[in-house]
């Protein structure tokens, strides 16, 4: 089964501290996502990275940076962590190439659910 | 900036009524994907569409793209508790692999 990995399901840090969220995908898969998710605003791209050492910011990438030195884990870091970083953070991965049905899908963890206090 | 449109935000129904929900892109699409994230979980696919015009069916889900590749529905038939959750749609742009997502339609059935 496929499957998607983030290392901690919630998460409490104070102001200014240094957070660091892991994903892992054992899909092989080329692209990694990091979204967060908020009441009233879906999903919120960060970053993405499309192979090894690459990444491209997506929309609100302010106050994040990744690191993605493996193909199979896609890091997300918070360098100060505020009170407006309080959030679901949803990694997920994709293939490059259609699978058998000639999707393209997303394959989703289970999400950091992160409170900044 | 590219944006996908998804209404309504919310729709409360009696278990055994129709629910449906709509989304618009500002542009044309390669494909538009279907998500379900059940409460508590995480988006789940359902469907993707690649075709103008294309309709797919999954038991009493029906899905559609419209002809000009901006617009697609998902359509509920008499729907049951196991419905519950929220549906979000997904338009790839052709030149990456990066999705733009709705904000979600968020199925309630009344007690």
């Known amino acids: 089964d496929v499957k998607v990995t983030q290392s901690s399901r919630y998460l409490v840090k104070r102001t200014g501290e240094k957070v660091f969220l892991e994903c892992v995908q054992d899909m092989d898969h080329e692209n990694m996502f990091w979204y967060r998710q908020d009441p009233g605003l879906g999903l919120r791209l960060i970053y993405f990275s499309y192979d090894v050492k690459m990444k491209e910011k997506g929309d609100i990438p302010e106050g994040y940076s990744v690191s993605r030195e493996k193909k199979e884990r896609f890091s997300l870091i918070l360098e100060s962590a505020s009170t407006n970083q309080t959030s679901m953070y949803l990694c997920a991965s994709s293939s490059t190439y259609r699978g058998p049905e000639g999707n393209t899908e997303a394959f989703f963890g289970q999400g950091t659910r992160l409170t900044v206090v | 900036g590219q944006q996908v449109m998804q209404i309504p935000q919310y729709q409360h129904v009696q278990e055994g009524e129709d629910f449906t929900t709509y989304c618009n892109s500002s542009?044309?699409?390669?494909?538009i994907q279907w998500y379900k994230q059940r409460p508590g979980g995480h988006p789940v696919f359902l469907i993707q569409l690649v075709k103008s015009g294309e309709v797919k069916k999954q038991k009493r889900l029906t899905f559609q793209f419209g002809e000009a590749k901006k617009n697609s529905s998902l359509h509920i038939t008499a729907t049951q508790t196991t419905d519950v959750g929220t549906y979000f749609c997904?338009?790839?742009?052709?030149?990456?692999?990066?999705?733009?997502w709705g904000a979600g339609t968020k199925l309630i059935i009344k007690p």
């Open positions: 997904a338009g790839e742009k052709s030149s990456n692999y990066q999705l733009i």
């Open positions: 542009t044309t699409l390669s494909n």
